[in-house]
């Protein structure tokens, strides 16, 4: 699969630890988005970068929250002190591009957090 | 501030039925706007975009700018349509992010 590749899939967690996601995505691709669904919404923006450099962060994103993108390859998305309204599915995307410059998002499959 | 109001959670319609999934948007300026579909088990996908003017699995959106609104449309339902349906904003060409509504799930019965 060469889609863009979330990992992990998965994380459950008790209030106050610290947790980390990782967000891989399509290999030509220099902008990487993040967003973060709850239940019966839709994705909310969080944050983007283009190559390393992270351009834009939304208000939702609090001081708990950082984004981070090193080598303009992966991110992560790492979350302090959690909070049980951190429980969500945390969706990276990624686009190039393209030949219209239309800037496509390809979505990743998602980390679903639950805090205990 | 830019808003996507999708009006219905659930739809459901009897196959060989026509579709229409509303989306209603508030933004003053020239937002671009698209539909993401999400099937069981897959992840979200980009279905078509409103600058394309394109048709996909049947499916066509017009942009109305006078009632602000992108309205789903396909003239007959098939079984494999059932999914989550998202209407989405790009507040102008350049930006980045994408603004989302809350979604509809479609069910299309036998």
């Known amino acids: 699969d060469t889609g863009v590749s979330q990992d992990p899939r998965h994380k459950i967690t008790k209030r106050g630890q610290n947790v980390t996601f990782r967000c891989d995505p399509i290999?030509?691709?220099?902008?990487l988005y993040w967003y973060r669904q709850t239940l019966g919404q839709g994705p909310e923006f969080l944050t983007y970068f283009q190559n390393e450099a992270q351009l834009e962060k939304s208000r939702l994103l609090s001081d708990r929250f950082s984004a981070e993108r090193p080598k303009g390859s992966f991110s992560t998305l790492e979350i302090q002190r959690t909070e049980q309204g951190d429980s969500a599915m945390y969706l990276c995307?990624?686009?190039?591009?393209?030949?219209?410059?239309?800037?496509?998002?390809?979505f990743g499959p998602g980390t679903r957090l639950t805090v205990t | 501030a830019q808003r996507v109001t999708q009006p219905e959670k659930l739809l459901s319609v009897f196959k060989g039925a026509p579709v229409e999934l509303k989306c209603n948007y508030s933004?003053?300026?020239?937002?671009?706007l698209f539909w993401y579909v999400q099937y069981s088990r897959q992840r979200l996908q980009l279905l078509l975009r409103?600058?394309s003017r394109e048709s996909i699995k049947g499916f066509t959106a017009d942009l109305n700018k006078g009632e602000t609104s992108f309205h789903l449309k396909k003239p007959f339902a098939q079984e494999e349509d059932s999914a989550m349906y998202y209407c989405a904003l790009r507040p102008f060409r350049g930006a980045q992010k994408l603004v989302f509504g809350q979604g509809t799930r479609l069910t299309i019965n036998p």
């Open positions: 933004y003053s300026g020239s937002p671009e």
């Open positions: 409103h600058i």
């Open positions: 290999s030509e691709h220099n902008r």
């Open positions: 995307a990624s686009s190039f591009p393209g030949t219209s410059g239309s800037y496509e998002q390809y």
